[in-house]
């Protein structure tokens, strides 16, 4: 199987995630190729070399230094031609969900979205699917002339730099016109650690009504000292406590963390939906009957206005 | 200007855990069924709109004949009409096909609303698939309308952790996120008003297409292993640290 995989790129870098997709691509069949569009990408795409790609087709152009749909899927649908990849992989971002989508539909080649894992069986690809939103898993396949399908962010180890080179093919832009016109760009400030890439998580609930700010406070103060992102459930976020950006859960971001700490969660099964597949959960709340206890593995019943300062003196000793 | 808003007939959240594997693998539910939540802000969005900017609403729908009730709860929010088309076969790429066959048929709809994902399919594929089908521009992830034009809509979205205000033609179709407004609650007077709207059925004959043959293959449907759940309590942050600690997870 030769497997083509999308390095998305955000302002000349790589996200991270992507790596992840090389990985797995790569743990499949050593036939890995990859594709970079952007502008000023050319360090990404001799990284993606150095991953272990074995030739990378690169789009270096100004038109494509934002992501804008019409043009990458004309691009991706080029790449995949000329590269006669059997598969085309990326992360499920909303831009890898965004192009898989449409060189998919424009090829009537199924997509596997959103995989917890992907495997081969022989040619065929079968992607580890979960549905009705991580309450039921499928083994998914696709027919059509390529098999696509984007996996989830944190769900494969990245490839690492191994300092291999690879050929890179430089690809003319698609001769396509945009119909989107950026007038704002607003980046994350610096430092702030996305949800669905973070290591650890520190979530807070209800729980932090009686002073909603010092409660947020507290939690961002333990998530400085872990390296922690800063999630919530969607009591707080509607009650107006933190943005809605935070929000873990159905209406939210499904998470998978290696720590996910829960401060003041009740553990609705909305909520539990979003980050259930962490590999520790902690729980901290007041009442010991609290759902989220029966899906932690570890906890303290208590006040988190007590708990989690508590927890970031105790860290900050201990790190 | 008429916006129409995609909507799918889902799971109630809260019961999402009690759906059996073999009910998944063959679609008939025993549980509670209303509006997917992601389209309630869509429902919402496009009707705030229309009061903002003019204009009227209508609200679709691909599913069995039941999903006339996910139709009932849009026309009860403020929408003015509604349409089914009944298909229960139809993948990803067949629902796009056949929304974009009924909205090509309307032949006045400038903007089309949709949620960013069901909770049930989970794939967030049909927006882009509408959108590519009808060959209009497609903005997923829209979480404020700043402004609507006879021929032009400029958004808020969010990428990633970015926010990018962009500015595309109409016709569009946009995905929209919670943030973009939380959906209202039907009056009664409008709930008795929607009951009455009597509901157009459609199938892929009438619209003169053949929804593609499903091209994912889902087998083995299965319910997730449970957590190893055995709670261990601490009494004290300092050793729930330690604990932490060993586990590598710190």
Known sequence: MQILVFIETDGGAAVASSWEALGKALSLTDQVSALVIGENVGDVAAEAGSRGAKTVYVIDDASRALFDLDLYAADASNVLSQSEADAFLASHTGNGRDLMAAVGFDLQAGVLADCLDLSADGDKLVGLRPIYSGNILVDATTSGPVQLATLRPRAAAPAEPTGASADIVSVTPAAVAGRVEVQKVERAEAGEISLTDANVIVSGGRGVSKDPELGFKLIGELADTLGAAVGASRAAVDAGFIEYKHQVGQTGKVVRPDLYIACGISGAVQHLAGMNASKVIVAINKDSEAPIFSVANYGIVGDLFDVVPAMNEAAKGKL | ?250
């Not at chain 2, 009932?72 to 796009?96: K, N, Q, Y």
């Not at chain 2, 309307?106 to 060959?135: E, H, W, Y």
């Not at chain 2, 292993?225 to 601490?234: I, K, N, S, T, Y």
Request: with cysteine; net charge negative; aromatic share 4%.
């Open chain 2, 1 to 250: 200007m008429k916006y129409l808003v995609c909507v799918k007939q889902a799971p109630d959240t809260a019961e999402l855990p009690k759906v059996k594997a073999e009910e998944a693998a063959s679609g008939e539910l025993s549980i509670q069924l209303v509006v997917n939540p992601w389209d309630e802000h869509a429902l919402e969005s496009a009707i705030q709109s229309s009061e903002d900017y003019g204009g009227s609403v209508g609200v679709i729908t691909v599913g069995g004949e039941k999903a006339i009730d996910a139709l009932r709860s849009g026309l009860a929010m403020g929408c003015a009409e509604a349409t089914l088309i009944e298909d229960t076969e139809a993948d990803a790429w067949g629902v796009a096909t056949l929304l974009a066959a009924a909205i090509e048929q309307m032949g006045d709809v400038d903007l089309v609303f949709t949620g960013q994902l069901t909770v049930d399919g989970n794939s967030g594929m049909v927006p882009i698939a509408l959108a590519r089908k009808l060959g209009w521009p497609v903005l997923t992830g829209v979480a404020k309308i700043i402004e609507v034009t006879d021929d032009s809509i400029v958004v808020e979205r969010v990428v990633g952790e970015a926010r990018l205000t962009v500015k595309t033609q109409a016709p569009a179709v946009l995905s929209v996120i919670k943030e973009i407004g939380e959906p209202r609650y039907p009056t009664f007077i409008k709930i008795r008003k929607a009951a009455r709207v009597k509901i157009p059925t459609l199938t892929a004959s009438d619209l003169g297409v053949d929804a593609p043959a499903p091209v994912v293959q889902m087998d083995n449907y299965r319910k997730p292993p449970a957590r190893d759940a055995h709670v261990q309590l601490f009494d004290n942050a300092s050793d729930l640290v330690d604990a932490l600690l060993a586990e590598k997870v710190l």
